[in-house]
């Protein structure tokens, strides 16, 4: 019923930047937040940042002041701006949204995953 499609990730050189987008699409009601997680080889999925639908926003440790998440309710597209990027950021990044839809409350939608590289 709920659809999320991630984009923007790629290859990139410590110190670059990317911007990530992810659109959720469906039976949309409302969205009551959004995030996104990252998951590097052999390591367990982590939380990178999230926003819910009252702009409340937290962030991990590791990407403060580096990571920015911004949402566009207009077009259900949540951002991901990614600066000063680390070897260590490399990790499949996902998009992960709470939903309620025109039938559920609380429906927890996972995208397909983009691909972030950072090189040394």
């Known amino acids: 019923q709920v659809q999320l499609v991630e984009s923007g990730g790629g290859l990139v050189q410590a110190g670059g930047s990317l911007r990530l987008a992810c659109i959720a699409s469906g039976s949309i009601r409302k969205i009551n937040a959004m995030g996104w997680y990252r998951q590097a080889p052999g390591k367990q999925r982590e939380l990178v940042a999230g926003?819910?639908?009252?702009?409340?926003?937290n962030y991990a440790d590791s990407v403060k002041g580096r990571f920015t998440i911004s949402g566009d309710d207009a077009k259900n597209t949540v951002y991901l701006q990614m600066n000063s990027l680390k070897p260590e950021d490399t990790a499949v990044y996902f998009c992960?949204?709470?939903?309620?839809?025109?039938?559920?409350?609380?429906?927890?939608?996972w995208g397909q995953g983009t691909q972030v590289t950072v090189s040394s």
């Open positions: 926003i819910t639908s009252d702009t409340r926003i």
């Open positions: 992960n949204a709470d939903i309620t839809t025109l039938d559920l409350f609380g429906v927890i939608t």
